[in-house]
């Protein structure tokens, strides 16, 4: 008997990353706890709205070219401290049979700040039954209300940087388990949390597929043409911008499969090595050596949270790993992506690993993305394949941003300053690190020969983000083992806005960076760190 295909099906299963949950696939013989006869039906809502921006609500319908409904109606509920405030239905009447169709609408907020719930309550036939669902029809999850910060300023910093998220996958990511929002909605939803742009990094596994199928090959690379062509259209339109981007899957030198955020490479480079589309073997197209070879001299290739833990199923079926310290050093890699949804153990390992590679005299910097398929505003993932599907508050679009010290919100500009490590991280407050002389102001990523200089570092938060707990800044002597923190300043009133300044004198070849922590009402705690200005000898 040939088993293949069920052992294909089963090795299909692991890409579990933080994306809406595809509920329709099921292993060859065997049943599913979240199989449902009928579309993936999902809202999804920004986790926070900057002031004067409406809300956007989407509502991704999905599959009904399988299972087709007649859309009636839908009915969006505002509630704030317990009472609802705010109500509003729309007739629809509309049979929906196609592979995806999505609404996207909007609610205004003027005069409402603060913590609010929403609820969209979506009316439909299927099969002739009348049917309703609140804000997903995803089976064995709650039904909550979507929590939204309706907030009373802009991110902190908003007026000295350009935000963006370096790490999302749209729906052009679209598999057995998981698919993302459509590109258009998703920059709705940049515009009104903040962003000015974020980077459309789908797998290279997904982008080479044939439209319609999971697993087979497109010869014509058809998704990522028309893809192409879409992000010119949509940012021709707007003023917040889409990076054309991919995340691409390469060879470790350990052969393992490790992730690589590859933007503006306008020919597409394959990665199929942890795709599960075929049954063996798992080996990418290109290793962390050669992918440089196959890059335009105007893209960028960043490690994707390089040393995030790894599922063991991952690691036994698809070989995933980590980015090791060969693969890290070589010249092409522009840096890392450390933060990525959230400060975990892998955030602080890929911290640590930055700060060997910087005391050991190579120039990498630092990135921040979410790793996000849609999820605005709550994760939802299957978490064991056919048997169960969990949320939680981790690896939602833009709540990690990477923050560039420009003006410039063109794409081209955006990428210059991506690559020159003009950027600064977090999950909450704003950094910003600057080495003067004469004049001249040195921006991050910087290398500059200076005998004696300035220093200032300015921290900003706000009530949203949490009052300043310290503000740090470190120097690393190149060539020793550890850092110096020489200045470490300590807050325990509700400080959110300073600026330190100090004078020194060259001594050795070093660099010097900056981090902020503050902590919010919910003791939750919130980051942001600078990438290096480097001070060398120029002799």
Not at 220 to 248: D, F, G, M, P, Y
Not at 341 to 347: A, K
Not at 401 to 411: A, E, F, H, I, V
Not at 500 to 511: G, N, P, T
């Amino acid at each position: 008997m040939d088993l293949s295909h069920i052992i294909t099906d089963y090795f299909s299963t692991a890409p579990l990353f933080a994306a809406y949950a595809e509920m329709h696939y099921r292993f060859k013989f065997v049943g599913s706890r979240y199989f449902l006869n009928e579309p993936e039906i999902i809202a999804d809502i920004p986790y926070r709205i900057d002031p004067t921006q409406k809300i956007p609500i989407l509502i991704l319908i999905k599959d009904s070219h399988q299972y087709p409904i007649i859309f009636k109606s839908y009915t969006i509920t505002i509630s704030k401290d317990s009472k609802i405030i705010f109500t509003k239905s729309n007739l629809i009447d509309k049979e929906i049979r196609e592979p995806w169709w999505q609404l996207d609408t909007h609610v205004d907020i003027n005069g409402i700040s603060g913590l609010i719930s929403i609820d969209v309550i979506i009316d439909y036939t299927i099969n002739e039954k009348q049917k309703s669902c609140i804000n997903h029809n995803l089976p064995l999850l709650q039904k909550r209300a979507f929590e939204t910060i309706v907030a009373e300023t802009s991110l902190p910093g908003s007026e000295k940087t350009i935000w963006g998220d370096l790490h999302y996958h749209t729906n052009l990511t679209d598999d057995m388990v998981e698919f993302g929002a459509p590109m258009d909605s998703t920059l709705l939803a940049a515009r009104a949390i903040g962003l000015d742009f974020y980077c459309c990094t789908d797998h290279s596994y997904d982008l080479d597929d044939l439209p319609g199928s999971w697993i087979k090959t497109d010869p014509e690379l058809t998704k990522w043409n028309h893809s192409r062509k879409e992000i010119i259209e949509i940012n021709r339109n707007n003023q917040e911008c889409i990076i054309a981007s991919e995340e691409v899957t390469l060879r470790n030198m350990k052969g393992r499969n490790v992730h690589a955020l590859l933007l503006n490479n306008k020919t597409f480079i394959p990665g199929s090595g942890d795709g599960a589309e075929k049954l063996i073997p798992f080996s990418s197209e290109h290793s962390t050596i050669d992918v440089y070879e196959l890059m335009e001299s105007d893209s960028i290739l960043i490690a994707a949270h390089p040393l995030t833990h790894v599922p063991l199923f991952q690691w036994l079926f698809v070989k995933r790993g980590k980015w090791m310290w060969d693969d890290l050093i070589q010249p092409g890699l522009t840096g890392m992506q450390i933060l990525n949804g959230s400060l975990d153990s892998g955030f602080f390992e890929g911290r640590d690993m930055w700060i060997r590679l910087l005391l050991d005299g190579y120039k990498k910097y630092i990135y921040a993305g979410n790793d996000a398929h849609g999820n605005f505003n709550i994760f939802r993932q299957i978490k064991t394949p056919m048997l169960s599907v969990h949320e939680k508050k981790e690896q939602i679009f833009g709540d990690c941003r990477t923050g560039l010290l420009s003006d410039s919100k063109s794409p081209s500009g955006i990428l210059s300053e991506i690559k020159s490590g003009n950027c600064i991280i977090t999950n909450g407050p704003y950094i910003n690190l600057v080495i003067s002389n004469n004049g001249h102001d040195a921006k991050l990523g910087e290398t500059v020969y200076f005998d004696t200089f300035d220093i200032k570092l300015d921290g900003i938060s706000s009530p949203e983000f949490g009052r300043i707990i310290d503000i740090r800044l470190f120097k690393g002597n190149i060539g020793e083992e550890s850092e110096n923190c020489i200045i470490h300043k300590s807050y325990e009133n509700s400080i959110y806005n300073d600026s330190l300044k100090e004078k020194y004198i060259y001594e050795v070849d070093c660099y010097y960076r900056g981090e902020i922590l503050t902590i919010d009402s919910a003791g939750i705690e919130h980051m942001g760190m600078t990438n290096p200005i480097w001070v060398m000898n120029n002799k």
